[in-house]
Structures are given as structure tokens and as C-alpha cells.
């Protein structure tokens, strides 16, 4: 079965500082893989997804993310955070093409220090 | 509308009442998704519609739980006889197609006392 596991609930970095959150899917074929960050009364807004190809996908916002099969990881990283990117993030795999029928991790709350 | 569009944004309801969520896709986006998030947990896929149609109803958790979408637009979650563990909000969201970008609404909190 699908699933995918985000190991940290909850991270603290300093404004500036640089950003990595992980994630772990299991699915026996490629996976369709994305990112999402959902802030305070807003709704889910997609950062970044892969499909295939190049696996180190840009998205908005300054984020990117590596997607690496051996280890079955699809890690979210910034250079720089900056106070407004304070928010829960959510990764998530797809089986197919059907990019809205999702499988999400448990999330990740990102606190930003001034 | 601009984005997708749920009501109301919060419910709070007696167990055993019934309940209907109401998802306003975006226009012209023929597909449509239902989630459930608990609290502190990712949002769980419910069901999917493509056009008038549900194509996956997979996640539905049990008959109390049902969708429909008549004309292909608006979208209704209905639940039956609440319970207290049904407290979660609701999340739907809309794509051109299936295989798009899906994006999502506010969400419905749902609350049963």
C-alpha cells in the first residue's frame, strides 16, 4: 500500500537559515510526488510536484526538492527562510497521473525564529 | 469564482444529526475532491468526481458518508447520523481534469457535540 511518512512533526529554524523537510513514501512503481504548505486559514496551495525527469524539481516561493529512488525520499529544501514561510507542509504521492487523488503525510509545522 | 468555495466554513452539530457540505468547484474544472483532515493529520482523500459522476468513492469510510454532484459543478457531501469522530474539516478541491493541478478550497470544519 501507498503511504508516506514526514519523520518530523514539528521543526524551528531561524529567520535566514537554510531548510530541509523530509519525506518518505513507499509505492512499488515511480510515484507521483508533491509538496503542498497549508498557513493558517488557507487553504492547501501546492509548491512544487515531480513526475519525471530532471529529479530536482524548482517550485514557488524559493522552495525545491530532490527526489532520490534509492532512498525513497522526496526532501523539501529553502536557502533562506524568511518569516512568512511559517506554516504546516504536507507531502504527498499519487499512483497515477490523477493529480488530485492524493496520499499525504502526517505534515510538518515549520516555526521560523526572528 | 476566483478559487474554490466551501460552506459554511463551520458547522457544529449534535451527534446523530445530519449534514451537508457544499463544495463550489472553480469554473470549467470538471474534476472535483473530497478530504477529511483530522486534527494534527494530513487531509484524507474521500471521494472523486469527474464531471456528474463519482469515479472513486474508495475512501468513503461507511453508508453514512455520501457525495453527489448533479450537474456537474457544485458538489454536496452529505453525513448521516453524526458522530462525535466525525469531527474533522472537510476539504475539497477541483481540477481541469484528473491529471492537472488540483486546488483547494478553505475547508468546512465540522464539529459534532
Known amino acids: 500500500a501507498q503511504s508516506v511518512t514526514q519523520p518530523d512533526i514539528h521543526i524551528t529554524v531561524s529567520e535566514g537559515a537554510s531548510l530541509e523537510l523530509r519525506c518518505n513514501y513507499s509505492y512499488g512503481a515511480t510515484p507521483y510526488l508533491f509538496w503542498y504548505v497549508q498557513s493558517p486559514g488557507q487553504g492547501l496551495q501546492l509548491l512544487l510536484k515531480y513526475f519525471s525527469g530532471d529529479t530536482l524539481v524548482q517550485g514557488i516561493k524559493g522552495f525545491e526538492a530532490e527526489f532520490k529512488r534509492s532512498q525513497s525520499s522526496f526532501n523539501l529544501r529553502k536557502p533562506s527562510v524568511h518569516w512568512s514561510d511559517a506554516a504546516e507542509y504536507f507531502c504527498a504521492v499519487s499512483g497515477s497521473s490523477n493529480t488530485g487523488k492524493l496520499i499525504f503525510g502526517q505534515g510538518t509545522t515549520l516555526q521560523v525564529k526572528p | 469564482g476566483a478559487g474554490v468555495s466551501q460552506t459554511p466554513s463551520n458547522k457544529v452539530t449534535e451527534k446523530g444529526k445530519y449534514v451537508e457540505l457544499r463544495c463550489d468547484p472553480i469554473s470549467g474544472h470538471t474534476a472535483l475532491y473530497w478530504y477529511r483532515q483530522s486534527l494534527g493529520q494530513g487531509p484524507e482523500f474521500l471521494i472523486y468526481?469527474?464531471?456528474?459522476?463519482?469515479?472513486?468513492d474508495s475512501g468513503l469510510p461507511n453508508d453514512r458518508f455520501f457525495a453527489v454532484r448533479p450537474e456537474g459543478s457544485v458538489s454536496t457531501l452529505k453525513i448521516q447520523r453524526t458522530e462525535r469522530g466525525d469531527s474533522a474539516v472537510y476539504l475539497c478541491a477541483s481540477s481541469r481534469q484528473g491529471n492537472t493541478e488540483a486546488f483547494f478550497g478553505q475547508g468546512t470544519r465540522l464539529t459534532v457535540v
Open positions: 468526481f469527474q464531471g456528474t459522476g463519482a469515479a472513486d
